[in-house]
């Protein structure tokens, strides 16, 4: 039976037992040292009797039958009303009765009262233990109801009660994750919004700036150029800025869902740098693609070549006039490495851990176009498809992206 799975009712339940053992050894011997005493004083009483009779001189033959006679008398039980002795008589007006009655008594009563404590103990002692368990049990749930978890209920035995509590546990623990995550979001939500505000205040000041010098001087076209101008990159950035961010919200909070299937590393890589052909002609820079044509991953092509996209825009952001971007892909029996290599101006050793971290800004690339988002964007699209991406750099030589995901099964 499930309820003997608990301990502290399978203790209980063995004090019972062993406690009915008693009380029916106690019973029986109680019962066998009556007979034994209520025998003895019988015996004792026929003996007083007899001893009178012979003192009186009754012959030995009349006692005899008397003491072995069963026969009651109307005459007997009329002398012995006029005696006073009738079943009305009280026990301590009888003599040999009044000695049974006093030891019947004496060993009733404290042994009933030794076989009563006995039985409250166990049974208070039982209700305290399983007391102490409902507040111990009553003061964890309510530290659970105020977020507090760092106690647990009892779960080292078995039973519908500690059943209860493992469920119990198991809503906890929902619980606990539900709110860490609730406070992940809202730390995410103020972190994000706090990022954002503070980006955006560059570029709205230059707004400002560019809007205030364009009302100054409305007549002359070439300040209304040129500043015409500065605001439209204000305006991308900040396009930019906040598409970037969206991006990034909807990978951290679990909104994207991939759309994995077989694409060649050639058409991902093709679709990564069709919008960064013409900025690297216009820049004197080189993008070299070398790889096979007939390999293939599991992976999301729009989201993938947005990632990649950004590793080639990242190594067109640091390298100079006549600056060589290098694409290339490498397989083995599990997986497929795509490479994004540049001869560019590298990372230094102190920022190299701290590159896919939002708006990071390495004091060597102040001057470098770019908001701190394509890093992070980036590695958020390649590990939320179960990729890995890492970087190997040397200050003034160059910087390796490594982007890997596992063949097709």
């Given amino acids: 039976m499930n309820i ?11 004090f019972v037992a062993i406690y009915s053992i008693l009380l029916v050894g106690v019973s029986t011997w109680f019962s066998i040292n009556q007979l034994n005493t209520a025998k003895s004083m019988y015996l004792e009483h026929d ?42 008589t009280f026990g301590s007006l009888l003599p040999h009765f009044s000695q049974f009655q006093y030891h019947f008594l004496r060993i009733a009563l404290g042994g009933g009262i030794c076989l009563v404590t006995i039985l409250v103990i166990g049974v208070i002692s039982f209700l305290q233990i399983r007391n102490n368990l409902y507040r111990q049990s009553g003061k964890i749930i309510d530290n659970y109801i105020n977020n507090d978890y760092s106690c647990h209920l009892p779960q080292d035995s078995e039973g519908d009660l500690f059943h209860l509590f493992a469920s119990v546990e198991q809503l906890a623990t929902m619980l606990k994750a539900k709110s860490e995550t609730e406070h992940k979001t809202k730390e995410f939500l103020k972190s994000t919004i706090s990022d ?22 409305p007549d002359n ?28 919200a909807r990978l951290d909070t679990g909104n994207i869902l991939f759309d994995r299937r077989a694409c060649y590393v050639q058409e991902l890589v093709k679709n990564a740098i069709s919008e960064l052909t013409t900025r690297a002609t216009q820049e004197k820079k080189q993008i070299i693609v070398n790889g096979t044509s007939n390999q293939a991953i599991m992976c999301d092509m729009d989201w993938t070549s947005e990632a990649i996209g950004n590793l080639v825009k990242n190594a067109l952001d640091h390298t100079e006039i006549g600056g060589i971007v290098k694409i290339t892909w490498e397989s083995t029996p599990t997986m497929i490495r795509i490479l994004v290599s540049d001869n560019g101006s590298g990372i230094a050793p102190e920022d190299i851990h701290h590159i896919f ?51 097709k099964s």
Avoid: C, W
Wanted: glycine content about 6%; proline content about 3%; hydrophobic content about 40%.
């Fill in 4 to 14: 003997f799975r608990d301990k502290q009712i399978k203790h209980f339940s063995l």
């Fill in 47 to 88: 003996r007083a009797i007899v001893s009178a009779l012979l003192e009186q001189e009754v012959s030995k033959e009349v006692i005899a039958n008397a003491i072995s006679s069963t026969d009651i008398s109307t005459a007997g039980m009329e002398f012995l009303d006029n005696l006073g002795i009738t079943p009305n």
């Fill in 196 to 217: 954002i505000s503070h980006q955006l205040k560059t570029p709205l000041a230059a707004l400002m700036m560019y809007q205030e010098i364009i009302e100054a001087e």
């Fill in 221 to 248: 076209t070439e300040t209304v150029k040129e500043f015409s101008q500065k605001t439209g990159i204000a305006l991308k950035r900040i396009e930019q800025l906040i598409l970037s961010m969206l991006k990034i």
């Fill in 357 to 407: 971290k939002r708006f990071y800004r390495s004091k060597y690339s102040l001057n470098t176009p770019g908001i701190g988002l394509g890093l992070p964007l980036a590695k958020s699209i390649i590990e939320g498809q179960g990729g890995l991406i890492s970087v190997q750099s040397v200050l003034h030589e160059g910087t390796t992206f490594s982007v890997s995901f596992l063949t």
